[in-house]
């Protein structure tokens, strides 16, 4: 049985290889008539880099400053 889950295991390595080319090869493919279709869409609406700046713009999560507490008042007077 170890031979058989060898070669079971083997085979699974080659098709997932042959899996991972044929999706890279179809995902630049697939790049290259999206940004085509970019570059169509851009020209003829005339957007500038200015216009397209702000959408691609990455907008990270803010981040809240922590909260400072404020000092405690003591109920006690001060010994002088």
Do not use: C, N, W, Y
Request: hydrophobic share 40%; proline share 1%; no cysteine.
């Amino acid at each position: 049985m170890d031979a058989a889950e060898l070669a079971a295991a083997t085979k699974v390595a080659q098709l997932a290889e042959a899996h991972e080319e044929k999706r890279r090869v179809l995902l630049a493919q697939v790049r290259e008539a999206d940004l085509a279709d970019v570059i169509k869409k851009i020209s003829d609406h005339k957007f500038t880099a200015t216009d397209l700046r702000s959408v691609l713009k990455a907008k990270g999560a803010r981040k809240t400053a922590p909260r400072k507490s404020t000092a405690r008042k003591t109920t006690r007077r001060k010994a002088s």
